[in-house]
């Protein structure tokens, strides 16, 4: 079918609906009643001339031709902003979309370069809006190389062909257990890596394989793409598992996690900035990259004078 301009504006409105999970958690985001939503979503079904979801008291799930049709139009949705990212830098405007990924369990790092790097772009660049998704590092590389993202943030340890990696800042990661786990008492003190090696290890999904290697263990119990979810084990009690230290730190201080031989059991995540290789970026891309560049290199500096 030819894309029209009311094409473009239903697409959005498809986009949002799926990223909130259904029409009543979209309803605020749009700004429109139930009944719009529907209608809105009916005329694209009928353009389209398929069903692309289910919706009713079994809530809301996507048809098979619905999740196709989503990865698309991020695809095309994210192909416009770029558009207008680029015809905005020709008239010396700074102006558009800016697709911007990163990982969860960011925000408690003081050594984080993003919410300097946000600010500091917001006031240079007022008429571009950031349209920022959490994601993890798999998704957001696939996301960067199809279009859908125009850079994201995070560790990338297995780098893929098609994108451009640029180191950011590192991240210090710490191995944790729960008051109730066997470890506790002794893991102030130096604990062998034969006293892990039996242990349930809550891993990365992204670096289970380096974690399972560091600790000298056949397998991880449990394999996890999120921050949340890794602590949420660890915390039960059944597992080990790395941690960032500003992330647990309110369950250290409240006594729930201790970290296990600090001296020993340390790792760090190398965050990279990942745009799609092959032509140049836009200049709203570019600027933003110097504005995390230059938040990072303050951050490392302010963090070397306080050691």
């Not at 062998?192 to 289970?208: F, I």
Request: glycine share 10%.
């Amino acid at each position: 079918m030819q894309v029209q301009d009311t094409d473009l504006k239903l697409l959005r409105i498809f986009d949002t609906i799926v990223r909130c999970g259904g029409f009543a958690a979209a309803q605020p985001v749009l700004n429109v009643g139930a009944s719009s939503i529907s209608e809105y979503m009916s005329q694209l079904e009928t353009r389209l001339g398929l069903r692309l979801c289910e919706r009713g008291r079994a809530g809301f799930r996507l048809t098979e031709e619905g999740a196709e049709l989503h990865a698309a139009a991020q695809r095309l949705l994210g192909a416009v902003d770029s558009f207008h990212l680029e015809a905005g830098a020709l008239r010396n405007q700074l102006s558009g979309v800016l697709r911007f990924g990163m990982i969860e369990a960011t925000l408690t790092d003081q050594h984080s370069p993003l919410p300097v790097a946000i600010r500091e772009f917001g006031q240079m660049a007022p008429e571009v809006r950031l349209h920022v998704q959490i994601e993890t590092p798999g998704s957001m590389e696939q996301h960067v190389l199809d279009g859908r993202l125009h850079l994201a943030v995070g560790p990338f340890p297995a780098q893929i062909p098609g994108l451009d990696y640029l180191p950011l800042y590192r991240e210090e990661q710490g191995l944790y257990c729960a008051s109730t786990h066997p470890l506790f008492e002794r893991a102030g003190t130096h604990v062998p890596v034969s006293a892990l090696s039996n242990q349930r290890l809550a891993a990365r999904a992204y670096l289970g394989s380096q974690e399972v290697k560091l600790l000298r263990m056949t397998q991880a119990a449990a394999s996890v793409d999120n921050v949340e979810g890794r602590a949420m084990l660890i915390l039960s009690g059944n597992y080990i598992g790395f941690l960032p230290p500003h992330y647990a730190r309110p369950w250290v201080e409240g006594g729930l996690l201790h970290r296990i031989d600090p001296e020993h059991y340390v790792t760090h995540l190398e965050f990279q900035i990942i745009t799609r290789k092959g032509g140049e970026p836009t200049r709203v891309v570019q600027a933003f990259c110097k504005q995390l560049r230059a938040a990072a290199i303050d951050a490392n500096r302010a963090r070397r004078g306080g050691e």
